[in-house]
């Protein structure tokens, strides 16, 4: 027996050092390909895990086409109440839907309901349509407006997040495209909408982001599941002054893309706070100007009074730097760069902004001197 319990034990010993390694193999099965935590107001990332990553999206490709939606409403190009007419190739859709029948009618605000609330790709396909005429033309919408926004690695092919060939996005792409639907008042009233019904009654929706029923702060977010994206989702929550964005894509499972999102989340609202940098204007002196009419210039910081983003209880550890040109050439153009501001924090840049000219001061010539040593010599 003895000797069965000391085989037993040196069994388990010779294993401890394979242990750890299943064990990150097993983490990273679980873990999703692409992540990242955004505070919408500033721009700046929290944290990411391969942001730039190029993936297949699912349905959080809605999120461009909600937001083509919400801003042709903006604009007046299309309103809540007008009809819209499912074609054969809209109630043709596959995959979620709410069965819209080819010629039937329903409102635009409900169409945005189903695509919002249980991502329905006929209701999307139907919106779509009508807005541009065909999918097709609204794809080509949907890929110029990711070039405006500057997402410089989304690629649509289709406006629902069905798999295919040259249909990607990235998690800092997303979160970047969230923030900026999150925008739109005139979507607010659906992003939280749990349980509804369409046409009387018969048709039910039920949202497939679980985190509005219970985080503490949402605003809204798009999931989405293929076998080729995996489970994704995007949302957004805020509180107090700050508003984070979390992407998790190529989730394994649909429990998986929540934990990541709320944790990210989590960490954002627990770890980071707002701060408002110092702008030393005694650190702003004239700058010498050649050649010019005037032989200085006032430099002013750009963007004044704007906040950023560090982690709690650590701005007294916040360092400020400020470089300048040793001189300009005239003329000198108002906004013209003349050296740059930086604010840091354990050596990585949290806030950065161009110093400039206050004003403008021309290249000085004949005539102008000329008129200057005039003056001088009227005022003695």
């Given at each position: 027996?003895?000797?069965?319990?000391?085989?037993?034990?040196?069994?388990?010993?010779?294993?401890?050092?394979?242990?750890?390694?299943?064990?990150?193999?097993?983490?990273?099965?679980?873990?999703?390909?692409?992540?990242?935590?955004?505070?919408?107001?500033?721009?700046?990332?929290?944290?990411?895990?391969?942001?730039?990553?190029?993936?297949?999206?699912?349905?959080?490709?809605?999120?461009?086409?909600?937001?083509?939606?919400?801003?042709?409403?903006?604009s007046g190009e299309m309103s809540l109440d007008e009809k819209v007419k499912a074609s054969s190739r809209a109630s043709g859709a596959e995959g979620s839907v709410i069965w819209l029948e080819p010629g039937e009618e329903m409102s635009v605000a409900e169409l945005i309901e189903a695509v919002v609330v249980s991502s329905?790709?006929?209701?999307?396909?139907?919106?779509?349509?009508?807005?541009?005429?065909?999918?097709?033309?609204?794809?080509?919408?949907?890929?110029?407006?990711?070039?405006?926004?500057?997402?410089?690695?989304?690629?649509?092919?289709?406006?629902?997040?069905?798999?295919?060939?040259?249909?990607?996005?990235?998690?800092?792409?997303?979160?970047?495209?969230?923030?900026?639907?999150?925008?739109?008042?005139?979507?607010?009233?659906?992003?939280?909408?749990?349980?509804?019904?369409?046409?009387?009654?018969?048709?039910?929706?039920?949202?497939?982001?679980?985190?509005?029923?219970?985080?503490?702060?949402?605003?809204?977010?798009?999931?989405?599941?293929?076998?080729?994206?995996?489970?994704?989702?995007?949302?957004?929550?805020?509180?107090?002054?700050?508003?984070?964005?979390?992407?998790?894509?190529?989730?394994?499972?649909?429990?998986?893309?929540?934990?990541?999102?709320?944790?990210?989340?989590?960490?954002?609202?627990?770890?980071?706070?707002?701060?408002?940098?110092?702008?030393?204007?005694?650190?702003?002196?004239?700058?010498?100007?050649?050649?010019?009419?005037?032989?200085?210039?006032?430099?002013?910081?750009?963007?004044?009074?704007?906040?950023?983003?560090?982690?709690?209880?650590?701005?007294?550890?916040?360092?400020?730097?400020?470089?300048?040109?040793?001189?300009?050439?005239?003329?000198?153009?108002?906004?013209?760069?003349?050296?740059?501001?930086?604010?840091?924090?354990?050596?990585?840049?949290?806030?950065?902004?161009?110093?400039?000219?206050?004003?403008?001061?021309?290249?000085?010539?004949?005539?102008?001197?000329?008129?200057?040593?005039?003056g001088e010599i009227i005022s003695m």
């Amino acid at each position: 027996m003895k000797k069965m319990i000391c085989f037993i034990i040196g069994l388990a010993v010779a294993a401890l050092p394979f242990f750890p390694t299943c064990f990150v193999k097993a983490a990273e099965q679980e873990s999703a390909s692409a992540e990242i935590l955004f505070e919408a107001g500033t721009g700046q990332i929290l944290y990411s895990k391969n942001p730039d990553k190029k993936l297949a999206m699912a349905s959080v490709t809605k999120t461009m086409t909600l937001l083509l939606v919400a801003e042709a409403i903006k604009s007046g190009e299309m309103s809540l109440d007008e009809k819209v007419k499912a074609s054969s190739r809209a109630s043709g859709a596959e995959g979620s839907v709410i069965w819209l029948e080819p010629g039937e009618e329903m409102s635009v605000a409900e169409l945005i309901e189903a695509v919002v609330v249980s991502s329905a790709n006929d209701a999307c396909i139907a919106l779509a349509e009508h807005l541009a005429g065909s999918e097709a033309a609204f794809v080509k919408m949907m890929n110029a407006r990711a070039k405006e926004l500057g997402l410089k690695n989304t690629r649509y092919t289709n406006c629902v997040g069905y798999d295919e060939n040259g249909h990607y996005s990235t998690a800092r792409d997303i979160a970047v495209l969230t923030a900026k639907l999150m925008e739109f008042e005139v979507l607010r009233s659906y992003w939280l909408i749990w349980l509804d019904y369409l046409r009387g009654g018969k048709t039910q929706l039920v949202n497939t982001n679980k985190l509005v029923r219970y985080y503490d702060g949402i605003i809204g977010g798009k999931t989405g599941t293929t076998d080729g994206a995996g489970y994704c989702l995007s949302v957004c929550a805020e509180r107090k002054d700050m508003r984070l964005v979390a992407v998790a894509l190529g989730c394994k499972s649909d429990d998986e893309r929540f934990d990541k999102c709320e944790g990210l989340l989590d960490y954002g609202f627990d770890s980071f706070q707002k701060f408002t940098p110092e702008q030393d204007i005694s650190k702003l002196l004239p700058i010498k100007v050649v050649r010019g009419a005037e032989s200085e210039i006032v430099p002013i910081i750009e963007q004044q009074g704007v906040e950023c983003i560090i982690k709690k209880g650590s701005a007294y550890k916040v360092e400020y730097e400020y470089t300048f040109v040793e001189q300009v050439e005239a003329p000198v153009e108002k906004g013209q760069f003349l050296g740059e501001y930086l604010v840091t924090l354990d050596g990585e840049t949290v806030f950065r902004s161009d110093i400039v000219a206050n004003g403008e001061i021309p290249r000085m010539d004949f005539w102008r001197c000329l008129g200057l040593v005039f003056g001088e010599i009227i005022s003695m």
